[in-house]
C-alpha cells in the first residue's frame, strides 16, 4: 500500500519538536510547527502589553525554536530551502492549520503548494512512503 504525506504538523517546537520538523522539512514535507502563547513571565513588560494582538509575539517561542533549530544541531537536517517549508504559529491561533489537508481548503493551502512547487526533490512536496 502506498501513502501520502502532503504535511505533518508538529504540537510543541522545543528540542524534539523543532529537530522532527527540520528532517520532515528535509524530506520535503512541508510542516507546521505550533507552541504555546508565551505565558507573561516569559515575555518583557512590553511583550506584555502587547500580546493580546501582536502575532510576532505571540508565535515568539516556535519562531525562537526555528531559529535555534536553524542554528544549532538541527542546522545540519535544515537545509535554507527546507526552513521555508516550516510554517510556524500558536495553538490559540493556528491549530486550525494542522488539521488542513494541504489543496483542499481555501486557507494557508495555497502558500503550500506554491512553495513545494519550488521544491528542488523529485519527490516535489510530498514524500512516498509504503507501508
Ligand atoms: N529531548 C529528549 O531527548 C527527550 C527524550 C525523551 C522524552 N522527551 C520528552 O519529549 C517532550 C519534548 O521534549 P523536548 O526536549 O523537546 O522538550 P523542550 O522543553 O525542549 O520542548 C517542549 C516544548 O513544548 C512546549 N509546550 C509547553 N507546554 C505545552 C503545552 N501545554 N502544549 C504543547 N506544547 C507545550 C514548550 O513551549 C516547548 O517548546 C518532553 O515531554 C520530554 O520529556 C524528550
Do not use: Y
Amino acid at each position: 500500500m502506498s501513502r501520502t504525506i502532503r504535511k505533518a504538523a508538529v504540537l510543541g517546537s522545543g528540542v524534539m519538536g523543532s529537530a522532527i520538523a527540520a528532517h520532515l522539512a528535509g524530506c520535503g514535507i512541508p510542516v507546521v510547527m505550533l507552541d504555546i502563547v508565551p505565558f507573561p513571565n516569559m515575555l518583557s513588560e512590553a511583550e506584555q502589553k502587547k500580546v493580546a494582538t501582536d502575532k510576532k509575539i505571540r508565535n515568539k517561542l516556535a519562531s525562537s525554536s526555528l531559529e535555534a533549530a536553524a542554528e544549532g544541531q538541527a542546522a545540519r537536517l535544515l537545509h535554507k530551502k527546507a526552513a521555508d517549508i516550516i510554517e510556524i504559529g500558536n495553538f490559540d491561533d493556528d491549530f486550525d492549520k494542522s488539521k488542513t489537508p494541504t489543496g483542499s481548503s481555501k486557507s494557508s493551502s495555497n502558500a503550500w503548494t506554491s512553495r513545494s512547487r519550488s521544491w528542488p526533490r523529485s519527490t516535489s512536496s510530498a514524500a512516498r512512503i509504503r507501508s
